[in-house]
């Protein structure tokens, strides 16, 4: 599969910890690290910053951009909505009962179908523009807190990391990351990698694996989803044991 599209394996190699503990672990320069801050300290190395993603961020990107179509109380398949607060359940307290618009058929791609016309004209031409996107960003925050709390990308680290994303990403790999999950979100809910490297105007998407792990088919779909529709900077990075 990665052959077939193309994808970069870069194999690296560390010094595991003898613990086998429920974690994996690496020795580095005398601290303990997961295998991701690893990969991270050896991009800082190269001059790079790095950012963990896995999928949250983008379900917050996806939400402040998104959630004026997507509540549009024009559209006759919106209802109210009622769910337990996200932080409730993290925080294992009573849940207090949160109230937002949803259409009956959001995520799926019958969604996108039907809504096809207003989601087309709710990218804009201010939406081409990197300081536009990350003005619209900020003025959206308050208003998508609803659709983030049911998307459980609720934290504020899931909106700073996805400005992040604004920050970095070209104003068209916005768009398409948008126009992807609107067509299927669902489907395209998890998968997607750990890792945001930049450096000046380069940037790459990168998924981490231990020497024994494998792609699940969720990020196997993502990658084929990238490939054939994302087209974002990815590559794969394979911490491999040292040997003794």
């Not at 690893?38 to 910053?49: N, P």
């Not at 799926?108 to 039907?114: A, E, Q, S, V």
């Not at 804009?124 to 619209?136: A, D, R, T």
């Not at 208003?143 to 899931?158: F, I, P, T, V």
Request: aromatic content about 14%; overall charge negative; proline content about 4%.
């Amino acid at each position: 599969m990665l052959e077939e599209y193309n994808v970069e394996v870069i194999n690296i190699h560390a010094e595991y910890d003898a613990d086998k503990g429920r974690k994996t672990r690496i020795r580095y320069q005398g601290e303990l690290l997961t295998v991701e801050e690893y990969v991270e300290a050896k991009l800082q190395a190269q001059g790079y910053q790095a950012v963990f993603l896995e999928s949250s961020p983008f379900h917050a990107l996806f939400a402040v951009f998104m959630w004026m179509v997507i509540q549009d109380p024009a559209d006759f398949c919106v209802q109210m909505v009622g769910f337990g607060e996200r932080r409730a359940y993290e925080e294992r307290r009573e849940k207090n009962p949160i109230w937002t618009l949803l259409p009956d058929d959001f995520g799926t791609p019958g969604y996108n179908t039907r809504r096809a016309l207003e989601i087309e004209r709710h990218f804009s031409p201010e939406m081409e523009e990197k300081e536009n996107l990350l003005w619209l960003f900020d003025y959206w925050v308050p208003c998508s807190e609803g659709l983030r709390q049911y998307l459980w990308a609720h934290r504020e680290s899931d909106v700073e990391k996805a400005r992040k994303l604004v920050e970095v990403l070209t104003p068209t790999s916005i768009q398409s990351i948008l126009r992807y999950l609107t067509r299927d979100y669902w489907g395209r809910y998890i998968g997607w990698p750990d890792l945001l490297a930049y450096r000046d105007d380069d940037f790459v998407l990168i998924e981490v694996k231990s020497s024994k792990d494998k792609l699940s088919e969720e990020q196997k779909h993502w990658i084929a989803g990238n490939a054939e529709y994302l087209r974002l900077p990815f590559k794969i990075y394979k911490v491999h044991r040292k040997n003794a």
